[in-house]
């Protein structure tokens, strides 16, 4: 709770400019909330309320409004960080809904050491006022949180990052689990909140461990799952989508991240947000969830799940393509999860789809390299949808699977150097055998700051291999591949 505490209040008391005067000098006719507030980190700061107005026996100077939904609804909280979000409600409001918002509220006035209590406020079109209506503000001065010995308190230790998951795994005791859900549609739709921490090396996501001795949380060296909210129906799903791509200025992009075999829930939900935060990613990132099993044993049983799974991988991303509020949709698969997106892009471009598809990414494939070269890439490299293959001759759970399949992977380097994959036009082969990973040579792509770099560079500034700083190219007998270089 101390930790909680103190991250609160450096974020609330950070040196930011108010957003809200434009409120009290607008002189259009209409409702308002009589209220003056400022952007903080972490919501926004009630710092003056007008005297006599309704708002002011619900809210009260000095308090965090840091979130909101609909009055009732059991759907994820939307996070309120600027005046325009303060708008959306009041339109709410004036539409005879009703909303909950969640508010920090000091419970003490020393301004030195504050603690904060978390309220939940029901508010109602009974408590705006007319524009037209005198007013008087009553301002509080603004103050700095300071530590015991009078020090301005520290910055916020960590970041809190907000990812969208589709999931068709089964809900056993709170708990997505590694199983399909019998359910009809068995998809479920939610959003997940990650705790990164500020001080890491980008790449890196440590999490608690028994060894050495670290299995005790925190934020401040672990990203952690803090939360995971599943909607009532994808409706309510695309709608918080929605809200997120109104504040992106520029094109509205989305990622969507398939995980591989031996992955639970949360590692997917922690991966997503450790790559939408070390990338920097400007749109909103998602993830959907198969019901690997999560152990190094269930390979086959995963095998299995990734088919059963492929149709819904499928509508998945046809549906976040078809939202007309989403410009451009990145796909980055690892390895197993890779079965089910090619199979599903490969389907949805023979149909016509895929046309918002900017960029698939496929990681260290857990595919037959023959049914790739033979049977998909030419599919998608004849439907222009431009992918990138990451490969490498070190990693040994390809190696594991090639055992057990008995054939090549598409994700593999073979011994004379060269990938398993063959170029294509708007088909890049990028061997990252090179690059720093964990001892199974498996999560490159995420783990290590050159791939995430070269990741940056295909991604934000829509670079083909040739062009891009990371790279060097190759001559094979099967074409031109690339491989990467340190820094």
Known sequence: MKNITLIVLA???????????????????????????????????????????????????????????????????????????LEEIKRLLESDKAVDLTVLRPDATDDKNPSFNQVTIILRASDLRDRSETKTAHVVKSYTATTSAGTPEKEPTHTLVDVFYGT?????????????????????????????????????????????????????????LRSVNQYANSELFFESLSDVLRRADGKRLALVYVHGYNNDFAEAALRTAQLHYDLGFPGVSCFFSWPSDGTVFGYKSDEEDIQVAMPHIRDFIASLEGRPDIDEVFVLAHSMGNRGVVNALVELVQNGGGKKVRELILAAPDINADVFNEQIAPVLAKHLVRTTVYASNRDRALWLSQNIGGYPRAGEVGADGFPAVRPLKNLDVCDSTIVDADFWGHSGYGASPTVLSDLWELMMNSKAAEGRRMLEPVTSPNGRFFRLKMK
């Not at 957003?19 to 209220?35: C, P, R, S, V, W």
């Not at 708002?55 to 759907?75: C, N, P």
């Not at 705790?195 to 028994?210: M, Q």
């Open 11 to 85: 974020m609330l008391f950070a040196t930011v400019c108010p957003i809200a005067e434009g409120e009290e000098q607008d002189e259009a006719k209409g409702l308002t909330f009589g209220m003056t507030v400022e952007n903080r980190e972490a919501g926004l700061l009630v710092v003056a309320i007008d005297e006599g107005v309704t708002i002011g026996k619900k809210l009260l100077v000095r308090d965090l409004i840091v979130s909101y939904r609909l009055h009732g609804a059991m759907t994820r909280p939307i996070s309120v960080f600027t005046n325009a979000q």
């Open 168 to 224: 068709d795994r089964s809900l056993v005791d709170g708990q997505y689990v590694g199983k399909m859900d019998s359910a009809v549609p068995p998809v479920k739709y939610g959003v997940c909140r990650v705790s990164i921490p500020k001080n890491r090396r980008p790449g890196e996501l440590r999490r608690p461990s028994w060894w050495p001795l670290d299995w005790q949380e925190d934020p401040t060296k672990h990203v952690l």
